[in-house]
């Protein structure tokens, strides 16, 4: 791997991580062989994650290739001299072989070293060869800052792993910016989208894909949604991005279907799918995903088993992870004059409001899987419906606007400060500010909201906007042409870099190479920027 360009806590890592990654990585492609059957010790060829990791706790993630025993080693150099054990579950086949162990009473602000153990059940002597990662644990003291990434929309469009450009490289950029944890603000798969070997590109080559059975058709069954999750972690730089670097995972529509809400049924004309009721479909996809991610609120025994959820990052910064999927209401032009439902529901706002007002970080950053005042419309079901909360008619909020209105006069009236709204779903990479003045809802104060993605998925022309809320479109990169392949171009992702001294906050969007397109600087301390 190539050195980073700055001296990073993680770098004297990456070389190491890689070598184990390779040495691990299965057969993939007959993975899905019954693993009573193998032979030998178990192996953790799919990596290591570690997600929603606070000030002195972390989960760590790993998929066995038969039934094991986690064993999770931590320590605080790489020699592991006087590890600490930490005795994981039992992998099997319920959960697809996967399985989290809770870290606690971590050190805050230090770097953690860990390795993962797979044991024989009958036989903990017999262990599979230890996979190693590292994390940083979020800091108590303010002055040492926080870096982060987000960014979202992976394998899209029939856009998958193509070993002729090196796979996912944008995750070989982020790693080399050594960011202190990743959000990813959803679509995590493409569960609608299957990856075929080949597609024609626009100058008349050929795109070649990594290709496996379950991403051959649309997923319907479990095994097909697990299979969907598993296909990505083909990829040797998501994997070794993976173990060196937190995570904080959201999910939007394409973990389930394009475009789906509650309720929803699939149009019998859409002949890819035998199994017509979404919710079954989103049930599933749920299972896959709380088992293939390390979320705090989806581990088996959590209390209400939500995606939503609030994770604290030292004194300058809370994330305020939404889910605008599970609780919406359907998908419909979006103007009706009274709508307690939105695209949020009723507890999840309440829970958002309380949540925010009881926040004592410096910045507050709200990440939603849709934006706010882009139009994204949905005609999967031949109508002219709305997808996301804007829906085109710049005057008084209708419709789901009306939950984000009452959202933002409560941030206004609570004097909330450091706001700030990052999101992806669109595939371009853009920032709008929204101004009371500019708007037909006055009753807000000004704030940022930043846009990146997509990941490695079809790149769109940039989305109209919705004058309701008064956004400016200050910065945009996209593409003029729809469904541009990721060897086009318009690949991107956005840095937070929060400074301990200052407490200043920038934004920066960068493309997949880590080219820095756009910067904004935003002053700590103030209920509008």
Request: proline share 7%; hydrophobic share 35%.
């Amino acid at each position: 791997m190539s050195a980073s360009p700055l001296p990073g806590r993680r770098s004297v890592l990456r070389g190491s991580l890689a070598v184990s990654a390779a040495l691990t990585l299965p057969a993939v492609i007959g993975a899905a062989a019954p693993a009573f059957a193998l032979s030998g010790r178990p192996k953790a060829g799919w990596g290591v994650q570690t997600g929603d990791v606070t000030a002195d706790s972390g989960l760590v993630w790993v998929r066995s290739d038969r039934p094991a025993r986690m064993v999770v080693e931590t320590s605080a150099t790489g020699s592991f001299r006087n590890p600490r054990r930490w005795h994981g579950p039992l992998l099997g086949v319920d959960t697809d072989f996967t399985g989290t162990t809770r870290l606690r009473g971590l050190p805050p602000g230090e770097q953690i070293h860990y390795r993962v153990l797979l044991a024989d059940p009958d036989d903990p002597r017999r262990t599979g060869e230890p996979v190693t990662g590292t994390f940083r644990t979020a800091p108590v003291r303010r002055r040492d800052g926080v870096r982060f990434l987000w960014s979202g929309d992976l394998a899209g469009q029939g856009w998958g792993i193509n070993p002729d450009l090196g796979g996912y490289r944008i995750y070989d950029a982020m790693g080399k910016l050594d960011p202190d944890f990743f959000l990813c603000s959803g679509d995590n798969i493409y569960a609608d989208g299957p990856i075929a070997a080949t597609a024609a590109l626009p100058d008349g080559g050929t795109w070649r894909n990594i290709t496996t059975e379950e991403k051959s058709k649309v997923a319907e069954t479990l095994a097909e949604f697990r299979g969907n999750f598993r296909y990505n972690l083909l990829d040797e730089n998501l994997r070794q991005f993976n173990a060196q670097v937190p995570s904080i995972i959201q999910w939007d529509d394409h973990e389930v279907r394009n475009n789906w809400y509650p309720g929803q049924r699939i149009l019998d004309s859409d002949t890819r799918y035998t199994e017509k009721s979404v919710d079954v479909l989103a049930g599933r996809a749920r299972r896959a995903f709380s088992e293939y991610f390390p979320i705090s609120t989806l581990r088996p025994g959590a209390r209400d088993g939500r995606v939503y959820r609030v994770l604290h990052q030292g004194p300058l910064l809370d994330v305020f992870v939404l889910d605008m999927r599970t609780y919406r209401n359907a998908n419909s032009p979006d103007d009706q004059t009274v709508d307690p439902q939105g695209i949020l529901g009723g507890e999840q706002l309440e829970w958002l409001k309380r949540e925010l007002s009881c926040s004592r970080a410096v910045w507050k950053v709200i990440a939603a899987d849709m934006p706010l005042g882009l139009v994204v419309p949905d005609a999967t079901e031949g109508r002219a419906n709305i997808e996301a909360v804007a829906q085109g008619d710049p005057g008084a909020p209708l419709g789901r606007e009306l939950q984000i209105a009452e959202l933002l006069r409560y941030i206004k009236h609570r004097r909330i400060t450091g706001t700030v709204w990052l999101t992806a779903d669109v595939h371009h990479t853009s920032a709008q500010h929204y101004q009371p003045s500019r708007a037909a809802f006055s009753d807000f104060e000004p704030f940022w909201e930043f846009v990146s993605g997509p990941l490695n998925a079809g790149a769109f022309p940039a989305s109209a906007l919705d004058g309701t809320f008064g956004p400016e479109r200050v910065f945009v990169k996209a593409p003029t042409a729809a469904n541009v392949s990721p060897a086009g171009g318009y690949q991107f992702f956005g840095e937070v870099d929060i400074d301990g001294g200052s407490g200043e906050l920038t934004v920066r969007l960068r493309e997949q190479d880590g080219t820095v397109l756009f910067t904004k600087v935003l002053q700590p301390g103030r209920v509008g920027q």
